[in-house]
């Protein structure tokens, strides 16, 4: 089998980070209840909002973890079925 390119690699890795940096699942809790305010994609710097306030608590933001596993499995599935499909077209 030919070995890949590292930036073929570099590429995934770096999509990857972008992903898991950029484009984290959140949901907005406030409340005693935990009262769903809003969901969002959001950047991990933009989960802190102190001068926030809904009803007079400030929100939450919660990490939606299926959410976020779900689209980390569906890039790494699509990253595997181009690399097979790299790697065929590679053998002829």
Do not use: C, D
């Not at 073929?8 to 990857?16: E, H, K, N, T, V």
């Amino acid at each position: 089998m030919k070995k890949r390119s590292p930036w073929f690699y570099l590429f995934f890795g770096a999509i990857l980070l972008l992903i898991g940096v950029f484009f984290v699942p959140y949901q907005l809790e406030w409340g005693p209840e935990k009262n769903i305010y809003s969901a969002t994609y959001a950047p991990i710097w933009m989960t802190i909002h102190r001068h926030v306030e809904v009803n007079g608590f400030h929100p939450l933001y919660v990490l939606q973890f299926q959410k976020l596993l779900s689209e980390l499995i569906v890039f790494v599935i699509f990253f595997v079925m181009t690399y097979m499909y790299l790697s065929g077209r590679s053998r002829e």
